[in-house]
């Protein structure tokens, strides 16, 4: 995303129009081709001057889901996601997306109606100050109080969305704004700066790994927002470094490849965590030792140094000491530091070989007993039969625990999450987003009985774009993870968690027009998931889990990553 | 207790831009201790004095925080100072 700036269409001569036809212009001249929003009376005269656009205009039924959506299609494209909505509660109902965005680094584009600027600040029908609230949830935000300036400011946003650290960018525009005729050049040229890595601090770097006997790379989701995935994977074959991802950088690294540990923290695969723990040297890579990856932050790898590479100068430092800094861009300094250790091969055999027999001894195991669907397995086998098209779209739970710990992901667009805010309703937004986005993925949506719910008005927007979503919802009758934390940590005092009386999904699902039906029984599995992946349209399988099902190994709340417990 | 800094902020007069560097200073885990502005042009020239909430606040960081915000020209601290200073 940071490479690759939008690029403008030819500059033509300048015309007359509204502000609203010229930020539905602009947006066209930036190449987007989908919009997902929610009309309402301030954003009135930008959806006048849709229709005839060409744009396609995705009505979702809550405007969270807008912005979920954006943001998910943002993922799998590598392009701009944008949403709209308009002023007071359209923009208020943004805010948990725009979050998600900018905890994920998603490059996304928000526009907002706003009442007109005389009446700003008077406590107007349906004027909140957006722009105030949502300030510290953004990479940047504009108020454009002149429709002259409306071309620049979309072209302001698109890059500044996309370049360096994305991040949500949110235009607010006033209703006069987007009435006022005007005339206004299009085709500023932003330059696309970019930061080279410095050639000393990657010689370093080399040195730092040449001298370790353990070294670990640490990727996180900036390996692939920088499109360094490639790049990567050819430094870690390079140098046969052993390889742990966080959450959002799963599938950087093929989950089948040598050396892949897995993902480390909270619920982090035990081989992950004890080559943390041992590591003499960690290559950080795009990841900012966010605490559900490191445990207790001053028992995080005690014996490491770290060399960490990250656009974002301000999160070299922010957390732990670094001894070598690698900023700018990272898919350039990856290349040069693997053209670097090209020159002659490490000595760490010791090393990978502990690495390697420490994950095939705690690879995980799928001989539970018992007749019910055993989760894990399901999702491991979900994955497979989908192929190198999958792409999950999670929501939040420990669903989302055990997609990351038992799926297979060919690439990490194939695994979308909502990492950083860990924002329940995701899954089924979020796959909408993704499948716009490719039509030829195969996208699932998986999600938990409680975070389904709260979006689950969107099932009525699969059915009306004929969105080939498919959903497998993991039904414990409760919210597991808060369940599980419960039991563990509260004495089992279970409060609030109880969802026994959820409604009949399979009747939701065909309610609102969407092929549905149910798994019970382990037998039951191979089959619902071919006809799940068989289906024409949007189908749902709603499988019934064990209630008493949790996600292990687990790091608890506050503890080093090197207390990890493990189930009965 | 660490004595405060004081940084020095170049920054534009769009909308919302004081309230994005103060409420960033702050979310950040800093006090402000005393702040000084003028208008210069189409920007604005401001000094802020912080001190961190706890030890484990820093002013370095803080400085590169506010030096990826949109805006900000220029900033200088006693320990470091953007590269377009």
Known sequence: MSAAAPALKTASAPAVMTGARLLVSSLERMGVEVVFGYPGGAIMPIYDALTGSSLKHILVRHEQAAAFAADAYARLSGKVGVCMATSGPGATNLITGIANAMMDSAPMVCITGNVPQGVMGTDAFQEIDILGVTLPIVKHSILVRDATEIPAAIEQAFHIAASGRPGPVLVDLPKDVQFAETVAPFGFNIPNETTEADPDAIAEAERFIRAAQRPLIYIGGGVKIGRATEALRAFAETTGIPVVATLNALGTVPTDAPGFLGMLGMHGARAANEAVQASDLLIVMGARFDDRATGKLAEFAPHARVVHFDVDASEIGKLRET????????????????????????????????????????????????????????????SEMAGDRFVAACDVGQHQMWAAQHCRFARPEAHIT???LGAMGFGLPAGLGAQMADPEAVVVTI????????????????RRYGVPLKIV???????????????LFFEENYSEIDLSDNPDFVKVAEAFGV?????????????GLARLLAAEGACLAHVVIDPKENVWPLVPPGKSNAEMMEGA | MKMSDTIHIQIDRADGSLQRLIGLVERRGFHIDGINMADEGAMRRIALTVRGRDAARSIDTLGRQIDRLIGVARIQAQTFQSEAA
């Not at chain 1, 053209?339 to 690495?355: H, K, N, Y």
């Not at chain 1, 919802?473 to 039991?487: A, C, F, T």
């Not at chain 1, 092929?515 to 089959?527: G, P, S, T, Y």
């Open chain 1, 323 to 382: 001894h070598v800094a690698v900023g700018g861009e990272i898919r350039p300094a990856i290349e040069a530091l693997t053209a670097r250790m090209a020159t002659a091969p490490l000595a760490i055999d010791p090393w990978v070989i502990r690495c390697a027999s420490a994950a095939e001894r705690h690879a995980a195991r799928y001989d539970a007993p018992g007749e019910g669907v055993y989760a894990p397995a399901l999702l491991k086998q979900l």
């Open chain 1, 515 to 527: 092929e549905a039906f149910r798994i019970d029984r382990r037998d039951q599995v191979e089959a």
């Open chain 1, 418 to 420: 909502s990492g950083g």
């Open chain 1, 447 to 462: 999600a938990g009985d409680g975070g389904f719910m709260m979006n689950v008005q969107e099932l009525a927007t699969l």
């Open chain 1, 473 to 487: 919802l993991l039904d414990n009758s409760s919210l597991g993870l808060v369940r599980q934390w419960q039991e």
